[in-house]
């Protein structure tokens, strides 16, 4: 089983930052492929970021290339999401997961910290 638990959300002002940590037990967090997705209240989860197990290879939603940037430490178990130029539609509660098979679905989800962007 995969425990992930996600920190570091809280309540910004537009155009600041805020680095979401997650970490993971459970298996070997390593070999796996880990992204961080959003919900934001009447909307549907969508995918930010992702990184492949080796940290070579990322990929990012539109909307939030170019400001956030996820990164991984395997020693520690645990995958980043840097935001920077923070805007009030980034509001959301941010889940991170974990995919056992690169491209076929997460299958282990952690409980979502708040992010809070005020104008």
């Known amino acids: 089983q995969v425990q992930l638990v996600e920190s570091g959300g809280g309540l910004v002002q537009a155009g600041g930052s805020l680095r979401l940590s997650c970490a993971a037990s459970?298996?070997?967090?390593?070999?796996?492929?880990m992204g961080w997705f959003r919900q934001a209240p009447g909307k549907e989860r969508e995918f930010v970021a992702a990184i492949r197990w080796s940290g070579g290879t990322t990929y990012y939603a539109d909307s939030v290339k170019a400001r956030f940037a996820i990164s991984r430490d395997n020693a520690k178990n645990t995958v980043y999401l840097q935001m920077n130029s923070l805007k009030p539609e980034d509001t959301a509660v941010y889940y991170c997961?974990?995919?056992?098979?690169?491209?076929?679905?997460?299958?282990?989800w952690g409980q979502g910290t708040q992010v809070t962007v005020s104008s």
């Open positions: 997961a974990l995919a056992l098979t690169a491209g076929a679905g997460y299958n282990y």
């Open positions: 459970g298996r070997t967090f390593s070999r796996y492929s």
